[in-house]
């Protein structure tokens, strides 16, 4: 079973820039897809972005195109998330996650590994 912690949240003033990073330990990372989900008070979990085994491919939600980037170091079983010109709708819990059986686009269900959640608010 593969374990993830998240680092890197915080507050933040509308429009800045924030980088969040998710280790992984305990399995084979690049054998895992990889992606960040969120989930803001009193709403569902939502995909951000994802990113397959190799970084290849990746995918973002329409909310975060454009603004969001997410990467990982293989040989580092890093995966990180950087968030530019971050609006208040970015305010959530923000959770890295795994999937070691399927591929990157498959649905939520199948990322079966995730961390605790790092809180990103923003606000001037």
């Known amino acids: 079973q593969i374990q993830l912690t998240e680092s890197g949240g915080g507050l933040a003033q509308p429009g800045a820039f924030l980088k969040l990073a998710c280790t992984a330990s305990?399995?084979?990372?690049?054998?895992?897809?990889m992606a960040w989900f969120r989930q803001a008070p009193g709403g569902e979990r939502e995909s951000v972005a994802r990113?397959?085994?190799?970084?290849?491919?990746?995918e973002y939600a329409d909310s975060v195109k454009g603004r969001f980037f997410i990467a990982r170091d293989n040989t580092k079983n890093t995966l990180i998330l950087e968030m530019t010109n971050l609006k208040p709708e970015d305010t959530a819990v923000y959770f890295c996650a795994a999937n070691c059986q399927s591929m990157y686009f498959s649905p939520v269900s199948d990322f079966h590994s995730w961390g605790q959640g790092t809180q990103v608010t923003v606000s001037s």
């Open positions: 305990g399995y084979k990372f690049d054998n895992c897809a």
């Open positions: 990113i397959s085994r190799v970084g290849s491919s990746r």
